[in-house]
């Protein structure tokens, strides 16, 4: 029996998935490392500690890398009034919370990024609990902010599904044992979603929603 | 026997997917449509007049469309003197020049981003022929910028290979009975690649590269 829900954030409830790869793109361009942006596409849902290990090489100057994180949230920061929500994301949280289901937002987004993202989402009044990257010591794909979640909203894991759109969010989730459901909002494909473990995968939020009966049976 | 390669440009050859998804998704909320950016991805590859048709309601306010492609060719154009190549794409063209066979461009590209977009590749010495937007009376999937492209090189549909990044590409070329491989440094998976009819499935240009005596047998 699913008790709750717990909800990547970013590409998963609202549509920055592109704007963070074409950010780091632009702030790794800045700097003369040159990264295609499918590979910098693949590495988003990662925290920003982990994207640079997985995307430049280990001999770089690493006292660059505060000024490429900040370069890359400078750039980012131009579209926090533009956000929208992925279609049918406020819908399906306050479904769920209709339901009975606990909500929980697993997002490891920054603290003033990620008030920014509850602002475009406005479901706070129905949130059990939220963590962002200052509530764990590590990103995804480890399962800090994922156990932080369970934490905050006093889910257990063996009763709650995590909804994300990243391969890391498939495999942090997996560390604890919990099922994810894939989204491709984000833009990963359904079959990359599955390789890496989601038990089922859905094109957005709207579509969950039009399954939510089979989410809440778990 | 395989006796020539035409090459998608945009995506494939050139890391320009993300910034082309991204502008187009600013010039749509400039005009208060709402389109996923997930969505726009993966109407990349066909020409600017069928995306609209792909992404907008058949409702819209079509006497806005001239100003939806302005509003992109300009949010774009503020990219281009960032385009990089994609990995390997001037060893590739270079090499496959070196193995006697012919090399045609095949990009459904305006012509000043064009001209941008081969001024960042610097290949023009070995390409036999180039067609863009002008070339053909209907964009990708219709085949006539691929038909386009045979004819300014010379080549024939039963001895040549097309190489793209979208499933616009792999439609476009099969419907000259052309085998498409597909590179999934556009963003999109090899899954999607395979399931639109693509016969091989390479990283990049420099993947395909390595195999290049696989693709010059045909």
Same mark, same amino acid.
């Given at each position: 029996m699913v008790a709750g829900v717990l909800f990547d954030v970013d590409?998963?409830?609202?549509?920055t998935t592109y704007l963070h790869a074409v950010c780091w793109w632009r702030a790794f361009r800045q700097h003369d490392h040159d990264v295609p942006m499918a590979r910098i596409h693949r590495a988003i849902g990662m925290g920003s500690d982990k994207i640079l290990d997985e995307l430049? /090489? @280990? $001999?770089? $100057?690493?006292?660059?890398d505060d000024e490429l994180r900040t370069g890359h949230s400078a750039l980012y920061s131009q579209y926090w009034t533009s956000l929208r929500p992925q279609p049918g994301a406020v819908e399906l949280i306050r479904a769920c919370a209709r339901k009975g289901l606990t909500v929980g937002l697993a997002s490891s987004a920054a603290p003033p990024e990620f008030a920014v993202l509850r602002r475009v989402l406005d479901v706070d009044d129905v949130v059990a609990g939220a963590t962002n /990257? *200052? $509530? @764990? @010591?590590e990103s995804k794909p480890d399962p800090d902010i994922v156990q932080a979640a369970l934490d905050r909203t006093g889910l257990s894991a063996d009763s709650v599904v995590f909804v994300g759109d990243a391969v890391w969010d498939v495999y942090a989730a997996g560390k604890l044992s919990i099922p994810c459901v894939g989204l491709t909002?984000? *833009?990963?494909s359904a079959a990359e979603l599955r390789d890496a473990g989601a038990v089922a995968v859905y094109a957005d939020p709207a579509e969950l929603h039009g399954s939510i009966e089979r989410l809440s049976r778990g």
């Open positions: 590409g998963t409830l609202v549509d430049l /090489s @280990a $001999d770089r $100057d690493r006292d660059k /990257s *200052g $509530d @764990a @010591a909002c984000g *833009g990963i």
